[in-house]
């Protein structure tokens, strides 16, 4: 096959490509055909939000018997010449002068007509869904995203470490997690007894992991700055608008730092990679700003241009309870935050991001290093607009004693988790890290209200499609 161009290097220099001939290649959006024997064909190959206007001269042998053929949805390959256009909403065109039809979409049956969709709807064809312009400019952006993530950790020195995706460790300690197994279904319970996983592929109860975490931190203690970015899975019977079984995580953790360098590694992080969106996908951002959510582009700058607001625990709680404002769920000390109060501190009392320190122990998981007045741990929750929790972290309890006192506070087996108590035992340094969803954070950038649109194809309770 001839080289094709993509569409989006022809708009990023259309003085370039003045006069010249091309070969480009996509999914036919709309064909309009005017009494004067010309068809206008809008062609879209998933590199840009724009569509090419490409125009058929049906007077033409070459176009003239393809130009019928030529319905939405059809994957075809064009060669022409760009020009000037002299039609509104565009600067250039394509004067087609051959096509090759790959594969016709019969317009009885193709569900992606010229209309506006539910994103309900849409999660019942994802297989379609990603040509639409929302789901397309959400995959380019978390595209945009996942390189920007990488790029950062790489200059900041982190080394990429590939954490089990199958683990014998729950991190959370929550049990939401799904079980790995090649034993039959259909024989009774194995119990807990482990004599009788004797037959089970890995002769012990496996899960897919909820967290790379604890494994991160074997190799923070060894590389010094380390960070993993994979799928994580929670069996959380959850059915809201954020949560999902499988998503996926970054997860940086440093040696010889505290929860100070924490926070200051996630601020550099999201200013990073805000910053780098709001430069290399403005089209997308606009749509999203013009479709989705208006205050977007505001907020996206707010994050680049403003400091988070750093407050502890206790003092969020105290100005939730001033909040001249009727919370569903009531505060006091030693509840955990909602996503309301979240919302209330981010978007209408502080109008900023917001790093929440200092938890009540018993609120976090056994990991997280309790601080000298022993009722709170060294914790960082960072909250957006709109979306709420973002980052979730800690400084880590590098004391092996009150490590073990943690787990047996949370009920958590020091013996089952003997290598990471261990770790305690031989060259223990303080350190720190934290976990960015990278859902919550495509929600974020384009203010989609459902995590369900940020994923390609999403996991919940009772839906596993595709």
């Known amino acids: 096959m001839d080289r094709a161009i993509a569409i989006v290097e022809i708009f990023k220099d259309e003085s370039a490509f003045q006069g010249t001939e091309v070969i480009v290649r996509g999914w036919v959006r709309t064909r309009r055909d005017s009494k004067a024997g010309v068809s206008f064909v809008e062609l879209n190959d998933g590199s840009c939000l724009k569509n090419l206007q490409v125009v058929l001269d049906r007077n033409r042998p070459e176009t003239a018997t393809m130009a019928e053929r030529l319905t939405t949805g059809s994957a075809v390959q064009i060669r022409g010449t760009i020009t000037p256009s002299p039609g509104k909403g565009q600067s250039i065109e394509l004067l087609a002068q051959d096509i090759v039809l790959f594969g016709w979409a019969d317009p009885a049956r193709y569900p992606l007509q010229k209309k506006r969709h539910s994103f309900e709807f849409l999660r019942t064809i994802a297989h379609l869904r990603p040509r639409t312009n929302t789901l397309g400019a959400v995959a380019r952006i978390r595209n945009r995203l996942s390189y920007a993530i990488h790029t950062f950790f790489q200059k900041e020195g982190f080394f990429y470490i590939h954490t089990p995706i199958i683990t014998t460790s729950d991190c959370e300690g929550a049990g939401d997690v799904f079980r790995v197994t090649t034993l039959d279904p259909t024989k009774p ?40 970015f994979g799928p994580t899975f929670r069996a959380e019977n959850s059915n809201t608008s954020r949560h999902l079984a499988e998503f996926w995580m970054i997860e940086p953790e440093m040696a010889f730092a505290d929860l100070n360098d924490d926070l200051a590694l996630a601020q550099r992080l999201l200013h990073y990679v805000v910053s780098d969106l709001l430069e290399t996908a403005a089209d997308d951002l606009q749509f999203f700003a013009r479709f989705v959510e208006p205050s977007l582009l505001d907020s996206l700058k707010t994050v680049v ?8 625990y206790t003092e969020a709680v105290e100005i939730l309870k001033r909040a001249d ?18 919302r209330y501190l981010t978007e209408k009392k502080l109008q900023r991001p917001v ?6 122990r018993d609120l976090k998981p056994f990991y997280m290093r309790v601080n000298d007045d022993g009722k709170t741990v060294a914790a960082m929750d960072i909250l957006v607009p709109r979306v709420g929790e973002i980052i979730g972290g800690s400084q880590r309890e590098e004391r092996r004693d009150v ?17 990471y108590v261990e770790l305690r035992e031989f060259g223990s340094a303080p350190h720190c890290g ?32 595709f």
């Not at 404002?325 to 009531?330: I, L, M, N, R, T």
């Not at 790093?355 to 009540?360: M, V």
Request: glycine share 8%; no cysteine; charged share 20%.
């Open 189 to 228: 319970s194995l119990g807990s007894s482990e004599s009788a996983y004797q037959e089970d592929f890995f002769q012990k109860p496996t899960f897919l992991t909820v967290s790379g975490q604890l494994q991160a931190e074997i190799y923070a203690l060894a590389l010094g700055k380390v960070y993993t």
């Open 305 to 312: 241009q403003e400091p988070f607001e750093v407050i502890t």
């Open 325 to 342: 404002v009727s919370f569903a769920f009531p505060v006091e000390w030693g509840a955990d935050l909602q996503s309301e109060h979240e």
């Open 355 to 360: 790093a929440i320190i200092d938890f009540p």
């Open 403 to 419: 490590l073990v006192e943690q787990m047996h506070r949370k009920g958590i087996s020091p013996e089952a988790y003997a290598w």
């Open 434 to 465: 934290f976990g960015l969803g990278l859902e919550r954070l495509v929600q974020f950038v384009t203010g989609l209200g459902n995590i369900r649109e940020v994923i390609p194809f999403p996991r919940t309770p009772g839906h596993a499609d």
